[in-house]
């Protein structure tokens, strides 16, 4: 049973950079799958932040993609976020979660299958 | 923006069926994946694929596409059912990025 745990700061100041990791239990982070950071401001739906794949290969929100880095510790089994110049609009609970799927008859089929708890991050001077 | 609408809520009947709907021009390309999300809890996926459960996942849970229209049908609605569903796939333009609907809050009364 693949489980996922994000841990880092949970408050950061404005202006700052929000740094978050996911380890990965259970499961090989070079095994074939995206794994992915999501988030939700309090009350809101969630948002696709962005995705890597253990070879280093990444997408990225066209929002979020000039303030998102997304990086991986194959040695670790984890992957991580930085999310630069944040402001209180980046108030959130952040999840990681990993992309499995398939092909079928030429259709792709693509699912998040684990998450993690969620982590809340609070931007606030 | 979302590139996946959907209805901010519904309510059904305890024991009766309803119907949450994704639209979004991707998805006349793309299957979408359903997600229910409980307060303070993370999401759990519900559906995939063309009408695929995960294990875990009861069968009153269904799946179904027609044009640019994904739909989730929760047939004979429990009160633990009482959530927000959200859809998820591929954007509309071709560069495999991912979105998320806007979610529907469903109540069951």
């Known amino acids: 049973q693949v489980q996922l745990q994000e841990s880092g700061p949970g408050l950061v100041k404005p202006s700052g950079t929000l740094s978050l990791t996911c380890d990965v239990s259970g499961g090989s982070i070079s095994s074939s799958n995206w794994w992915n950071w999501v988030r939700q401001p309090p009350g809101k739906g969630l948002e696709w932040i962005g995705e890597?794949?253990?070879?280093?290969?990444?997408n990225y929100n066209p929002s979020l993609k000039s303030r998102v880095t997304i990086s991986v510790d194959k040695s670790k089994n984890q992957f991580s976020l930085r999310l630069s110049s944040v402001t209180a609009a980046d108030t959130a609970v952040y999840y990681c979660?990993?992309?499995?799927?398939?092909?079928?008859?030429?259709?792709?089929?693509?699912?998040?299958?684990?998450w993690g708890r969620g982590t809340l991050v609070t931007v606030s001077s | 923006s979302s590139e996946l609408t959907q209805d901010p809520a519904v309510s059904v009947a305890l024991g009766q069926t309803v119907r949450i709907t994704c639209q979004g021009d991707?998805?006349?390309?793309?299957?979408a994946s359903w997600y229910q999300q409980k307060p303070g809890q993370a999401p759990v996926l519900v559906i995939y694929?063309?009408?695929n459960r995960p294990s875990g996942i009861p069968d009153r849970f269904s799946g179904s596409s027609s044009g640019n229209t994904a739909s989730l049908t929760i047939t004979g609605a429990q009160a633990e059912d009482e959530a927000d569903y959200y859809c998820n796939s591929r954007d509309s333009n071709g560069n495999h990025l991912r979105v998320f609907g806007t979610g529907t809050k469903v109540t069951v009364l």
């Open positions: 991707s998805l006349r390309s793309y299957y």
């Open positions: 694929g063309k009408n």
């Open positions: 979660a990993r992309v499995g799927g398939y092909d079928s008859s030429g259709w792709e089929i693509y699912y998040f299958d684990y």
């Open positions: 890597i794949y253990h070879s280093g290969s990444t």
